[in-house]
């Protein structure tokens, strides 16, 4: 599988007055495949958005290598084959919704009025598209930028935030759209907040924290371990004895017991043994390992690591021992990752 | 050429809405209206105050809407991220800067066309149709309307780097020196009793600062004695030193532009 988009340790740093340095992106090195729906998450302020624009060619890197569609970021000739929608764009507002794409369309040199028309009815704004977009919806006005994103059929799109703020219906519209371009072999490049929806649709994700990448690979992999509630009613002592191990949990309620085991252990093992020993199994419930856990626990594994970091550099000052704890918590931390 | 033009559009077609300029231009049409009635107040009852009131009415509200306009335009554009989806497109930084001067001196002229169709018949009206004179105050707007699109480059050129208020008085700063102390400065670099270094420091502000007053040639208009010698030559030359001094600003904003990070 090719790339469409492949970063190199890729930094951004900000100088400020009085010599003062800001790293926005560090070290960042993501590999997004030709043809797949991609996750870019992270909290707020990690260097999503200052990413987004270095592969877009809008701002620069500080270092290391961007290429997009295998050509360097900024390249004009991508420009012609990728296309962006930014987190809550707010558009010329006087124009209608038709007016806004045929501007967008005319970018490209493309004056086909019908081919505008089309891709605002596939956005669901037939019967909107010549009201202007003061009066659209935020629903609309994010399906108008989608129309205006895909005038140029992109082979790659970056979407920022696609469904951020949106009711639930206007999401559910975005997001069977947003699958319907990986359908037709598009890249999608989705920088996002909204977990369940990049859950659903993503093949692979990475998250940053702070600059720096701290997870990255296919959802399937990345959420791999989850856990399965087994609920038995009847169970004697002797048969709760022998299905205690050290990575289940085994509880009473109501005289049920309950068992917490990780999904990759033997069920049908453990299914056989309650009902070998009399138990009458009531219910198996698969305890799926989310994206929001996963999110949760990369981000709070990277503070804590970095604050460890923080910590050992505050010491090392005092005993001039800095570089070497430093040095260890990077290796750890690009090991993890 | 097609998205400079594209972007050009899309400015001319914003300008014209702006609710703030709307409401400059409104008042300046209202005072070239009444402008014949406060003249009426006067102790001079004489066509030289009307046409002193009317002109002077045109061009501060032209120099208020040049620079109001153009000090926001690139600000918003960044703001509202409308830029991010402009240029992911196969635009390039000096083709979307030009856009949106082309769109910005095209809502000036617009304006400006609108008073001077105004002022015209305001004073045909109270004055009588007389040819000459009406020509004359169309000559007149013609150069405010080169003067402004001076001033546009000027406030698009500082929009690259400094914020819209600092912008608004810097521009307008730029304007007044460029007007009104622009005698001045020409009278301090040729003084032979001022000591060098401030003779230099004139001539250096002079060369920096676009000589703005050259195109007040109201005087022809306003005084009857009043004559330019080489009518031709000299408004020929006042459109190519405007042509120049917005090209260089156009330039030097393009380069900015280009490194700098939205």
Known sequence: MSLAIETIDLVKTYKHRGGASNTVVDNLNLQVESGEIFGFLGPNGAGKTTTIKMLLGIIGQSSGVANVLGREAGDIEIHKRISYLPEKPYYYEYMSGLELVVFYASLFGIRDNDRCKELLRRVNLANDMNRPLSTYSKGMQQRVGLAQSLINNPELLFLDEPTGGLDPIAHIEIRDLILQFREEGKTVFISSHELSDVERICDRVAIINKGQLVAQGRLTDLLAGGRVEVTAEGVSDAVSQSLRHENRTVSFKDGRLILDAPDSDDLNGMIDALRNGGAQVVSIIPRRKRLEDLFIEAVAEDDTAKGRQRGRMTDGNSDGTVSTEVEEVKTGEGESS | ?262
């Open chain 2, 1 to 262: 050429m097609n998205a400079v033009l594209s972007i050009a559009r899309t400015t001319l077609g914003e300008a014209i809405r702006r609710r703030v300029l709307l409401v400059i231009l409104l008042i300046a049409l209202l005072l070239l209206v009444i402008a014949p009635g406060m003249n009426g107040l006067t102790a001079r009852q004489s066509q030289t105050v009307l046409l002193s009131l009317i002109l002077g009415v045109l061009q501060l509200s032209s120099a208020v809407i040049a620079i109001v306009l153009t000090v926001y335009m690139i600000p918003n554009e960044v703001e509202r991220r409308t830029i991010y989806t402009i240029l992911s497109k196969p635009v390039l930084r000096w083709q979307f800067l030009l856009g949106k001067y082309l769109g910005a001196v095209s809502a000036l002229g617009l304006m400006i066309m609108l008073m001077t169709g105004t002022m015209i018949a305001v004073f045909a009206a109270f004055q009588g149709p007389n040819v000459e004179t009406l020509a004359s105050l169309a000559r007149v707007a013609m150069m405010y309307f080169v003067q402004m699109c001076l001033l546009a480059a000027v406030a698009i050129f500082f929009s690259t780097f400094v914020q819209p208020v600092v912008n608004f008085f810097l521009s307008g700063g730029v304007y007044l020196v460029g007007t009104v102390f622009g005698s001045l400065f020409a009278t301090i670099a040729e003084s032979q009793q001022l000591p060098q270094a401030v003779r230099v420091a004139a001539q250096i502000v002079m060369l920096i600062v676009p000589n703005f007053g050259q195109y007040n040639v109201q005087n022809s208009v306003i005084n009857s004695g009043a004559q330019i010698v080489g009518e031709g030559i000299y408004y020929t030359n006042l459109a190519v030193y405007g042509v120049v001094y917005i090209s260089i600003l156009l330039l030097g904003a393009m380069l900015v532009f280009d490194r700098r990070e939205v």
